[in-house]
């Protein structure tokens, strides 16, 4: 069975939680049996471009830089490149594009969209940005029967809004201890002294929020941030206003390095979860494989996820400050607290367990069951 994996920046994974998925999944497809294709941009792989990883065959395709359309023209090309493999499924991972698969739809190729969150809530899109991600959701389902889910509250969200069911298999993450924590001390941090946030820096995981309560807190416990915007923004500008009267605060910037965000993980006193739009958050997933204690945004998605193995705060209520405070005081239960998450990733996130959810998914539709 051949399969296609779409709408990811390709393997091995440069940065971003699709990618990390497709680095995972896919050579675990590979060793079951399938014949994997990894679309990757061109632009984000050095010379000699890998033709193969892991015996996932990989496809580079240029990209024309450019902030409101790279990632739609990437789709398409990609998707204009897939109609002549001959695959037996094509596995889009998000339905931010699903436009482009009318044309495989048309020419009677099965399709497979994983829809991840909620993208078009996303207040960093205009108008039409939104109007346009919410037409692609919408025609997501419209033009296929084979939606994944990677949240049960995301499964509750298209069958309440399109009375439409869907096919929950989730994210997954590693367990993973420290090795070299000397990685982060040229950062001027030291393990279990300091807060770490990682993701993408966007209003929607609530960095500003995490700042502003960060600073009220007293003492010598710093806050790592890492992760970026792909193109300069007003947020990230206003991140840099928000802090620069406190030196405590630190952005590393985009940190790829598999070693360093080991480190970085393993190391913290604690990593903050922001995220207020939809899924199976992979940075919240891999805070678990870390053991770490984990201050969580209080909603749907991310209580799914974590359950009783993190603390909650909600930007409401302005708890945040005082939740940073209880983990820095260093109670003793909330060593267990690390140990409960590890536990949890391991026994409901596992990639081996997702590899082979997805092989059976695939033969399923393949069996037209």
Not at 11 to 21: K, L, S
Not at 52 to 73: D, M, N, Q, T
Request: aromatic letters at 10%; charged letters at 25%; hydrophobic letters at 40%.
């Amino acid at each position: 069975m051949k399969i296609a994996i779409l709408g990811c920046r390709g393997i091995p994974a440069v940065i971003g939680g699709f990618e990390t998925f497709a680095e995972a999944v896919a050579p675990r497809l590979v060793r079951k049996g399938l014949h994997v294709t990894v679309y990757c941009q061109k632009k984000l792989f050095e010379k000699p471009r890998l033709r193969e990883y892991l015996g996932v065959r990989l496809v580079h395709i240029p990209v024309i830089r450019s902030k409101s359309f790279e990632a739609l023209l990437y789709d398409l090309m990609t998707v204009i490149h897939a109609l002549s493999g001959k695959f037996d499924a094509l596995y889009m991972l998000s339905d931010t594009t699903a436009m482009w698969l009318v044309i495989p739809r048309l020419l009677g190729k099965t399709v497979v969209v994983n829809t991840d969150g909620i993208e078009w809530r996303r207040s960093k899109w205009p108008w039409y940005g939104q109007a346009l991600l919410k037409f692609n959701e919408w025609l997501a389902v419209q033009i296929t029967p084979h939606l994944i889910v990677d949240s049960k509250a995301m499964g509750r969200y298209y069958k309440d809004r399109y009375d439409v069911d869907t096919d929950y298999i989730t994210n997954g993450a590693n367990l993973i201890q420290s090795e070299n924590p000397e990685l982060i001390a040229e950062f001027g941090l030291t393990p279990n002294k300091y807060f770490v946030v990682i993701c993408r820096l966007e209003p929607e995981n609530s960095i500003h929020t995490i700042i502003e309560s960060f600073k009220t807190v007293g003492g010598d416990t710093r806050l790592a941030i890492a992760g970026g915007t792909s193109y300069k923004s007003r947020y990230m500008e206003r991140l840099r206003q928000l802090a620069q009267d406190d030196p405590r605060i630190v952005f590393l910037g985009v940190r790829p390095d598999p070693a360093f965000q080991r480190e970085l993980r393993t190391n913290c006193l604690a990593y903050v979860h922001g995220h207020q739009v939809g899924g199976t958050n992979p940075s919240l997933v891999e805070a678990m494989g870390a053991g770490n204690i984990i201050l969580a945004n209080d909603n749907p998605f991310n209580r799914e996820v974590a359950g009783d193995a993190a603390l909650y705060w909600s930007p409401e209520a302005g708890d945040l400050p005082e939740k940073m405070k209880y983990v820095i005081d260093g109670h003793d239960h909330l060593s267990s607290l690390g140990e409960k998450a590890r536990k949890r990733c391991q026994e409901s996130y596992s990639w081996d367990t997702i590899a082979d959810l997805h092989d059976a998914y695939f033969r399923k539709i393949a069996g037209g069951a």
